[in-house]
């Protein structure tokens, strides 16, 4: 899963796609890489991100969806709001992808279950304003997963079909530090809910930390990769990166080196 953000305030790609035209060159430069899904987004959810209104976020995101929907790309929208998500399904996205597991639209879960559509719902707590005061956890991996476990009660409650459910743990969100290097490490617990496993640690903050490089997130690709291949081995099923032909690279050689040899095999 390929990231487009065409936003002026995302962590990373922020302002970098300033039109739709770009913003389309881009998605058209994942596909090309091997992206199996572009991930539109119209509305920064980093930490202390301000909130965009649903009819801007509209605007920015609908020409982007449209334009590559048309060529046949699979699209996924990165959106928290009812209003957008209908748009962009309208406009030809195939895949709801939402921060708030369906919470903080009270129009959104019904929206999905009477539209269809595969939904990504993600781990956090509280808004992007106020996430990482949330940080506070009695046993991290098991809080996490059982919140994700009732996340997914929920959107099966108001009518979205469990084989339309994929989950993403939400590496930076309402997690700081070590905590999400203990989350991936902790990966299986998730997986074992039986549902496809989203992961998400591209160019996060926590990588660079790490590294000592925080203040730059386009140094943290060699980090996010080996983040990345572990989530593969961990359990994860989609990969969401800044980084589409690195990670399909080096995915591929993974998966080539984790099968076993047809002499293995035969042997």
């Known amino acids: 899963m390929g990231i487009l953000n065409v936003t002026p305030d995302s962590f990373s790609d922020g302002g970098a796609h300033g039109n739709a035209e770009a913003a389309i060159i881009a998605g058209?430069?994942?596909?090309?890489?091997?992206?199996?899904?572009?991930?539109?987004?119209?509305?920064?959810?980093?930490?202390?991100?301000?909130?965009?209104?649903?009819?801007?976020?509209?605007r920015r995101v609908v020409p982007v969806i449209a334009g590559l929907a048309a060529q046949g790309a699979?699209?996924?929208?990165?959106?928290?709001?009812?209003?957008t998500m209908a748009a962009a399904l309208d406009a030809g996205a195939r895949i709801v992808n939402d921060v708030s597991a369906l919470r903080h639209d009270p129009a959104a879960a019904g929206l999905v279950a009477a539209r269809g559509c595969p939904v990504v719902l993600m781990h956090s707590r509280g808004t992007p304003e106020t996430m990482n005061c949330h940080a506070h956890y009695?046993?991290?991996?098991?809080?996490?997963?059982?919140?994700l476990a009732e996340r997914s009660k929920q959107a099966m409650a108001a009518g979205v079909a469990r084989a339309a459910i994929a989950l993403d743990p939400g590496f930076g969100f309402a997690k700081v530090g070590e905590q999400n290097?203990?989350?991936?490490?902790?990966?299986?617990?998730?997986?074992?809910?039986?549902?496809?496993?989203?992961?998400?640690?591209?160019?996060?903050?926590f990588l660079g930390?790490?590294?000592?490089?925080?203040?730059?997130?386009?140094a943290r690709d060699p980090a996010s990769l080996a983040a990345g291949l572990f989530a593969l081995r961990e359990g994860a099923a989609i990969l969401r990166v800044h980084d589409v032909s690195g990670t399909?690279?080096?995915?591929?050689?993974?998966?080539?080196?984790?099968?076993?040899?047809?002499?293995?095999?035969s042997g």
């Open 28 to 58: 058209q430069a994942m596909r090309a890489a091997g992206a199996d899904i572009i991930d539109i987004g119209g509305e920064s959810t980093r930490p202390g991100a301000v909130t965009v209104l649903p009819d801007e976020e509209i």
């Open 74 to 83: 699979v699209i996924s929208v990165d959106t928290r709001n009812a209003a």
């Open 138 to 147: 009695a046993d991290l991996v098991r809080d996490v997963t059982d919140e």
């Open 181 to 205: 290097f203990a989350l991936l490490r902790g990966l299986r617990c998730c997986a074992a809910l039986g549902f496809p496993l989203l992961v998400g640690v591209s160019r996060k903050r």
């Open 209 to 218: 930390e790490a590294m000592g490089q925080p203040s730059v997130p386009t």
């Open 248 to 265: 399909v690279q080096a995915a591929r050689v993974w998966g080539r080196l984790a099968a076993p040899s047809a002499s293995a095999a």
